[in-house]
C-alpha cells in the first residue's frame, strides 16, 4: 500500500539557518505530493503541492521538487524564521484504487530567535 | 468563500458515552477525510466518504462510525468512548479528482474523563 516516510524531529534551527525536512514515499504509479504545515492547536494548512514528476511547488519560501527517480519530495527553506516554527506534513494523493490521502508522522521544527 | 467548518471546537464526554461531531466540507467539495490526531502523534486515518458513500476505512474499531448526508456533510460517531479516544478529530473536505489537494478544519478537541 501507499506510505511516506518522514525524518523524525524535533528539527531545532537558529533563525536564517536553511532548513530541510527529507521525504520519501511509495506508491502505486504517479501520485500528488503535498507538504501540509500545522500550527499549534489549529488544523492542517495546505503548504504546496506538486502533481508530476519534476515539478516544483512553492510558498512563503519553501519549495519541494517531484523526484520519481529517487521517489522523494524533500522540504527546504533558504532562510527560516521564529514564526516557522511547527509540525510539517509530507502526503500523497494515489492513483491507484480509492484515492485517500495518505500522511507521513510529521517533523517539528524549532527556530530559535 | 468558507473553508471547512467542524463543530463542536471542544467537546468533553464521560468514559462510556458517546460523541458526535460535525463536518461541512467547501462548497463544491464531494469527498470527506476523516482523522484523529493523538498528543504527540501524527494523523491517523479514519473514514473517507465520496457522494454519499464509504470509499475507505482506517484501523480503527466499529464504534467508530460515520456517515454523508445528500449535500455533502459528514458526521463522526464514537460509541462507547474510551480514555483513549481523547485526541483532536480532524476534518478534510476535497474535490472529487485525484490529484487534487484535501482542505482541513480547526478541528474538535474530543476529550473523554
Known amino acids: 500500500g501507499d506510505s511516506v516516510t518522514q525524518m523524525e524531529g524535533p528539527v531545532t534551527l537558529s533563525e536564517e539557518a536553511f532548513l530541510t525536512i527529507n521525504c520519501t514515499y511509495t506508491a502505486t504509479g504517479y501520485p500528488s505530493l503535498f507538504w501540509y504545515v500545522q500550527y499549534p492547536g489549529e488544523g492542517l494548512q495546505l503548504l504546496l503541492k506538486a502533481t508530476k514528476a519534476d515539478d516544483k511547488g512553492s510558498n512563503k519560501g519553501f519549495e519541494a521538487t517531484y523526484r520519481k527517480e529517487t521517489t522523494s519530495f524533500h522540504l527546504e527553506k533558504g532562510s527560516v524564521q521564529v514564526s516557522d516554527s511547527a509540525v510539517y506534513f509530507c502526503a500523497l494523493r494515489s492513483f491507484s484504487g480509492y484515492s485517500t490521502l495518505t500522511f507521513g508522522k510529521g517533523t517539528m521544527l524549532l527556530v530559535s530567535p | 468563500e468558507a473553508g471547512v467548518t467542524q463543530s463542536p471546537t471542544h467537546l468533553i464526554k464521560t468514559r462510556g458515552q458517546q460523541a458526535t461531531l460535525r463536518c461541512s466540507p467547501i462548497s463544491g467539495h464531494t469527498s470527506v477525510y476523516w482523522y484523529q490526531q493523538a498528543l504527540g502523534l501524527g494523523l491517523q486515518f479514519l473514514l473517507w466518504?465520496?457522494?454519499?458513500?464509504?470509499?475507505n476505512r482506517g484501523n480503527f474499531p466499529p464504534r467508530f462510525s460515520g456517515r454523508q448526508f445528500p449535500n455533502y456533510s459528514s458526521e463522526l460517531n464514537v460509541n462507547a468512548l474510551e480514555l483513549e479516544d481523547s485526541a483532536l478529530y480532524l476534518c478534510?473536505?476535497?474535490?472529487?479528482?485525484?490529484?487534487?489537494?484535501?482542505?482541513f478544519g480547526q478541528g474538535t478537541r474530543l476529550t473523554v474523563v
Open positions: 466518504y465520496d457522494e454519499g458513500e464509504e470509499r
Open positions: 478534510a473536505s476535497s474535490l472529487p479528482a485525484r490529484n487534487t489537494e484535501a482542505f
